[in-house]
């Protein structure tokens, strides 16, 4: 075991960071050594373990940038950005991103929100005020009972109506469960799941939206996206036109920063359309010389400058490939279990491969994320197939799958 852990750490890493620098503290030294030796086998969890911003550091020391307080707070888009702030950058990045997303650059609001959740949020926040704005009555929240619990537990937050749809053994909203519990009296507040959190299920938004449209006497309906994961890899590949705009026609989207791009804490997008964000409320505060219609006061200044960074180092080039090489390794995953005879499932378009759960040694070792579900025989694991996770490693995760199954059947002596 020891020999796998060393081989999958340098495979990973490489050799240099054997020699990283101590801190002179040995609990933060040991930690660090745990955390390090560790990652060589996270595949449970949806993180770029191959983040490229080595140089971003090496810069940001070497300018002194470490000593200097800056706060994004106000409006990136204005066009007097708050002096103490990297806004500048941050507009650069939604102006960047928005058109992987279908939005017009002269048609488009956004962002770099701390976390996925601070998108979501965002998205149940604008869309509750957009809806308020333009019927006068509150919305009623609906979302699947596979989309991430942040959903359900912002409604809760901000006081709002919300109705759990059923979803298939999959994941997916069940168009026909969306119908049963709908209030046509209301106004419609959606939020699709682009990527469910266990299974990686993808909400049907054309079937859905056509179910909505039918219903003419809905007073208003606003269409929230949460594409934490997927929304990071999909606008790079042929299904592109599944995050965008103006073929799903949603009126906001919440990407996560810190997932599929590799930045290396939370941090995320939000995009939306300049008429949601021209019907929210006004807060001018003029020591800010801004309006602060978004959720946070105060906004990171260093997230936007990572993401402005690996825009020139990875940008769209490295991003496709990054895309294929996940799509590709996920099918060779699924192949692969399939051949030792593993039960395992994976959706269209995902990176998630969820499988009958393998002994507890093997998911402590993976850090697989663990699941429960009868319809697919009970306990069960998945790997999210990041940057990270090679061929070359899944057949090593493959093997200790088969050499553990093989073992199981031998007969006892």
Known sequence: MKKLVIFLFVLLFGTHYMDAQTSGFQKLDDWVEIWKTGQQ????????????????????????????????????????????????FERDVIEYFAPYYGFDLNDVWGIVTHSGTDGNSHGIYFGANYLYNKTGQEPIVYVSDEAHYSNMRLAHLQNLDMRLVKSDKMGRMIPEELEKVLDTSRPVLIVYAMGSTFKGAIDDMATLNALLDRHTEIPAVYRHVDAALFGGYLPFTEHRE????????????AISGHKFFGIDSPSGLFLCTREVYDNQADFNVTYLNGNMRMINCSRDAVQPLKFWWLIRKVGAEGWS?????????????KQQLDNIGWPAWVNKYSNTVFFRRPPADIVQLYTLAQGYDENFGGELAHVVVMQQVTKEKIDVFVKALKDWADASAAPKP
Not at 45 to 70: C, H
């Open 321 to 333: 490939r990054q895309a294929e090489q996940i799509m590709e390794c996920t099918a060779y995953l």
């Open 41 to 88: 086998t996270y595949f449970g969890y949806p993180v770029n373990q191959k983040s490229a911003l080595r140089d971003f550091y090496d810069w940001y020391l070497s300018t002194g940038m470490e000593v200097i307080n800056l706060n994004n707070a106000g409006d990136p888009m204005t066009d007097e950005p708050w002096k103490m702030s990297s806004q500048a």
């Open 242 to 253: 599944m995050v965008s705009h103006k073929a799903m026609h949603f009126e906001s989207i």
